[in-house]
C-alpha cells in the first residue's frame, strides 16, 4: 500500500469542466510534488511545495493550479484543459532535500 | 537543461541472467541518484537510492555511481520475469533553498525472458 493517497483514481472530463485532483501523506513530509507522464514518456515535474510555499513552477499553463491547504494536503485545480493534457498525474512528497520521492498511485485523467 | 539520459531499449535478457542498465546525467553538482521501477499503468517505485561514489546492494540490485564520470548504473543479477519493467534513473537537483527536485531519464524498458 502506497503512503501517499490520490483521488480520483480515473477521472473524464471536458474541456470545458472544472475538476480537482487531490493528494495526502502523513508521513511528516515538507515536500509535494505534481508530476505529469504520458504513455512511453518520463514524469515531467510541474510543481513543488516546499513548507506549504509554491517553490518551483516549470512554466506550466495556467489551466492547471495548484494548492496546498496544510502539510498534508495537496490539491491540483483544472479548468478548461485540451485533450493533449489527458496524463496520468502523479502526487509525490519527500523530505525537503538529496531524498527520494514517494510516489502515489496517480489519477489517470481523460480530457474529452 | 539539466539532463538525464538513459538508454530507451528494449532490453532483454534471459531469466536468471544479469541485466545492466545505465544513466548519464549532465548536471556536475547533482548529489543524490535513484532508481525507480515501473509497472505498465502503474505508478514508479523506489528501488534503489546512491549517494557516495562506489556501489551499493541490495538483494539482487546493485546501484554504481562514478560521479566524476557523471554515470550511474543498476545491475540486477538472477533476473526474474517479474522483473520485467520500464527503469527510470532520477537524479535529484537543489537549486538553492528548498527548491529540491528530482529529473527522470526516459528510461529503460526491460523484458526477462522465462
Known amino acids: 500500500d502506497t503512503e501517499v493517497t490520490q483521488t480520483p483514481k480515473h477521472l473524464v472530463m471536458g474541456m470545458t469542466n472544472k475538476k480537482s485532483l487531490k493528494c495526502e501523506q502523513h508521513m511528516g513530509h515538507r515536500a509535494m510534488y505534481w508530476y505529469k507522464q504520458k504513455a512511453k514518456k518520463p514524469p515531467e515535474l510541474m510543481f513543488v511545495y516546499s513548507y506549504e510555499k509554491l517553490s518551483i513552477n516549470e512554466s506550466v499553463p495556467s489551466r492547471f493550479s495548484p494548492e496546498c491547504p496544510n502539510s498534508s494536503l495537496l490539491n491540483l485545480h483544472l479548468h478548461a484543459l485540451q485533450p493533449e493534457d489527458s496524463a496520468l498525474y502523479l502526487c509525490?512528497?519527500?523530505?525537503?532535500?538529496?531524498?527520494?520521492?514517494?510516489f502515489g498511485n496517480g489519477t489517470r485523467l481523460t480530457v474529452t | 537543461q539539466k539532463e538525464v539520459e538513459q538508454n530507451s531499449g528494449p532490453l532483454s535478457v534471459p531469466e536468471g541472467a544479469i541485466a545492466s542498465l545505465n544513466c548519464t546525467y549532465s548536471?556536475?553538482?547533482?548529489?543524490?541518484f535513484f532508481w525507480y521501477r515501473q509497472y505498465s499503468g502503474k505508478s514508479p517505485e523506489l528501488i534503489m537510492s546512491?549517494?557516495?561514489?562506489g556501489d551499493k546492494e541490495d538483494g539482487r540490485f546493485t546501484a554504481q555511481l562514478n560521479k566524476a564520470s557523471q554515470y550511474v548504473s543498476l545491475l540486477i543479477r538472477d533476473s526474474q520475469p517479474s522483473d520485467s519493467a520500464t527503469y527510470l534513473c532520477?537524479?535529484?537537483?537543489?537549486?538553492?533553498?528548498?527548491?529540491?527536485?528530482?529529473?527522470f531519464g526516459k528510461g529503460t524498458l526491460l523484458t526477462v525472458n522465462p
Open positions: 509525490a512528497s519527500s523530505q525537503v532535500s538529496n531524498v527520494p520521492l514517494h
Open positions: 532520477a537524479v535529484g537537483t537543489n537549486s538553492g533553498g528548498s527548491n529540491y527536485k528530482l529529473t
Open positions: 548536471d556536475r553538482v547533482s548529489q543524490s
Open positions: 546512491i549517494y557516495s561514489n
